[in-house]
């Protein structure tokens, strides 16, 4: 009774700390909360962010080319798309050694900086792909490190063993306005700088 399966994916939750008295008050609330209501006016583009004053649409991120989501009056999906074509080809070129360091070194290591869901999201992506047989072989001979904290220890063991002239820094953000993510990001800022620095070599390039 306390499981749940869609499109093959299985949830269970017997595990948790809830009883069937408990679920059935939390739907109860859900209802009162008018949460479908809710849900719908998030799937619609509704400006639900009041905060911000824009829609909620990370549906869109998942959504397929065809798909129609709006925000006002424009349809999403095919900037959407035509972003993750743009991620996709820069990766391809970083995989391939197309695109290298600035001192001409392949890179081999990713240093990812986000916070909240902006690390948690790419590290259960990483998570379940490391013990997949074609995620594992094609990842062969690389690294990535996540840094989610601003604490100086979780600093060092992030780059512990990397050479900065084959890492690649990834700084994962809606707003690149987050302070700990953005005091990450000038920290391993100087540090590439540094590198650039000892290799004689402009930190712009």
Known sequence: KMQAEFDGILLDYSRQKMSLEIRTKLFELANYCNLKVKISAMASGKFINKTEGRAVLHMALRAPLGEKILAGDTDVVPE????????????????????????????????????????????????????????AAAAKGRKLRFLANVDPVDVTRALDGLDPEKTLVIVVSKTFTTAETMLNARTLKRWLEGAAKKADISASE
């Open 80 to 135: 959407v798309h035509e972003v993750l074509d743009r991620i996709y080809a820069f990766a391809e070129k970083v995989r391939s050694g197309e695109h290298v360091g600035g001192t001409g070194k392949k890179l081999e290591n990713v240093v990812s900086i986000g916070i909240g869901g902006s690390y948690l999201g790419p590290e259960f992506v990483y998570e379940a792909l490391r013990t997949d047989e074609k995620g």
